[in-house]
């Protein structure tokens, strides 16, 4: 099921480490929680508890319940949101890869005065270019030297910032 969303939300890399320790957390205390259950459960039915006992073990097993289901509705909301996220930040990474090349493609032929003039990138957002479009024999960056490489990468966030502000003159 495709979530669409009117504005996207940006998840840093911070947002998302972060997103990923709450959502350890939770399932820690979901593990406590549950061992907490059994230990109550145990109490009570191993005798010699009084009735004032298990009615606070079961008050406290029922509080620790209602806790651990909040818990879990937590990080079903979690997964659903990082799914979502993912999904749109690969959409747009495709969007994104059939953009980038031919920008990529005219500013390194400005930038390497014609010697490369044609960019491919991957959906992981991988560059290799070409000397020219009938070549088709694309060379990968870590084959450049590092003044090509220099090059390219500057061509790259000059297509980035067209793609961004393409409205904006």
């Known amino acids: 099921q495709l979530i669409v969303f009117d504005e996207i939300p940006e ?12 959502i350890e957390r939770l399932l820690k205390e979901r593990q406590q929680r549950q061992e907490q259950i059994i230990r109550l459960e145990a109490i009570t039915e191993g ?16 509080a620790l319940q209602h806790r651990l289901d909040h818990a879990l509705d937590k990080h079903q909301v979690f997964q659903i949101t990082l799914a979502g996220l993912r999904e749109v930040r690969d959409q747009i ?35 290799q270019i070409a000397r020219s479009v009938e070549d088709n024999f694309f060379i990968s960056l870590e084959d450049l030297s590092s003044g090509t490489r220099d090059q390219v990468y500057f ?13 904006v003159r």
């Open 93 to 127: 990474l495709k969007n994104a890869q059939h953009e980038l090349e031919p920008r990529l493609g005219a500013y390194l032929e400005r930038l390497t005065q014609g010697h490369y003039t044609q960019a491919h990138v991957d959906e992981n957002l991988h560059i």
């Open 11 to 22: 998840l840093s890399a911070v947002d998302y480490q972060k997103l990923s320790a709450d």
């Open 155 to 167: 061509a790259a966030r000059l297509a980035l910032c067209d793609m961004i502000f393409h409205d």
């Open 47 to 62: 005798g010699g508890s009084t009735l004032g006992d298990l009615f606070r073990s079961t008050e406290r097993a029922a």
